[in-house]
C-alpha cells in the first residue's frame, strides 16, 4: 500500500542527484511531487520519468536564492494542489576545496545564499502554507560537514551547520501546530556533484572514502529512503532531530 496517495511533495533540486531520487521515491509512494529547480532540461526529464511511471510531477523553475522565485513557487503550488503535505528542501551547491585564507567572498555569498537562505526563504513559505492547513512535514538536506568540520569547506561546513540551526529552531517553535521539521546529513555520496569534484581533483576520491567506515560511498536512494520515512508515520513523533546516514561516519575531525 502506497503511504503518500493523494498527499503533495515538494522537492527543491529535485533535477539531480540526492533530490532526483526522493522526487522518484515520493511519486512510486504515491505523492504528487513538485519539483523546484534551475537546470530546466534535467528538471522536465525527471517529469517525464515519473509520469512514464504513471505519477503524476510539475516542474517550477526556481533559484530557491532568489525571494521573488520562491515566492511565485508557492503560488503555483498554491494553484494547482491547494496544499503541501511534504517539502524536501534539498537545492544546494558545493564550494570550491580551499583552505579559509584562500577562501573568497563570492564563494560565500554564493553557497550561503543558496545553502542557507535558501533554504531559510523556502522553510518561511512552506510553514506558511502548513500552518494554514494544519500541518505538514519538512525535511531539510544537510551534511555531516552540518555536525563538524571539513576541512578545505569551511563556507559549505558554515551553512550547513546553519541548516540544522534552522531546523532545531522551526521544529521548537511549530510543534504544537502540526509540523514537524528534521534534517537528513548525509555523508559522501555519490551523485553528479560529487563526481564533478573527483573529476576535478581525482585525490580526494580516497581521502573521502578514507573516513567511511563501511568504505563505500551511498547512493541517492539510501538518502531518499530516510527522507521518505521522516516524512512517514512511523516517524511521527520525532522533531528538530539530525539524522546521520554516512556508512558509519558520525562527525568529521
Not at 555569498?109 to 519538512?138: A, S, T
Not at 521518505?228 to 546521520?244: D, K, R
Request: glycine letters at 10%; one cysteine or more; a positive charge.
Amino acid at each position: 500500500m502506497k503511504r503518500f496517495t493523494e498527499k503533495v511533495a515538494l522537492v527543491t533540486g529535485g533535477n539531480s542527484g540526492i533530490g532526483r531520487a526522493t522526487a522518484l521515491a515520493f511519486s512510486r509512494d504515491g505523492a504528487k511531487v513538485v519539483i523546484a529547480a534551475r537546470r530546466e532540461t534535467l528538471a522536465l526529464a525527471v517529469v517525464e520519468e515519473i509520469k512514464k511511471d504513471d505519477g503524476e510531477a510539475v516542474f517550477i523553475k526556481t533559484d530557491v536564492s532568489q525571494q521573488l522565485q520562491v515566492q511565485n513557487l508557492f503560488n503555483k503550488v498554491k494553484k494547482i494542489y491547494g496544499r503541501l503535505d511534504f517539502a524536501f528542501n534539498n537545492a544546494g551547491v558545493m564550494a570550491p576545496m580551499r583552505r579559509m585564507d584562500k577562501s573568497t567572498t563570492d564563494t560565500w555569498d554564493e553557497v550561503i545564499n543558496i545553502n542557507l537562505f535558501g533554504v531559510w526563504l523556502c522553510m518561511k513559505y512552506e510553514i506558511q502554507q502548513m500552518l494554514n492547513q494544519g500541518g505538514g512535514v519538512i525535511v531539510n538536506n544537510a551534511s555531516t560537514a552540518g555536525i563538524g568540520g571539513l576541512p578545505g569547506s569551511a563556507i559549505y561546513s558554515a551553512s550547513k551547520h546553519g541548516v540544522i540551526g534552522l531546523t532545531k529552531s522551526a521544529a521548537v517553535e511549530y510543534t504544537t501546530e502540526n509540523i514537524r521539521v528534521n534534517a537528513v546529513c548525509p555523508g559522501p555520496i555519490m551523485t553528479p556533484m560529487l563526481e564533478e569534484l573527483f573529476g576535478v581533483k581525482p585525490q580526494m576520491k580516497d581521502a573521502f572514502l578514507s573516513r567511511i567506515p563501511m568504505n563505500r560511498f551511498g547512493t541517492p536512494e539510501e538518502i531518499a529512503g530516510v527522507v521518505l520515512w521522516l516524512c512517514s508515520h512511523e516517524a511521527s513523533f520525532m522533531t528538530g532531530c539530525s539524522i546521520v546516514v554516512g556508512g558509519g561516519q558520525t562527525v568529521i575531525p
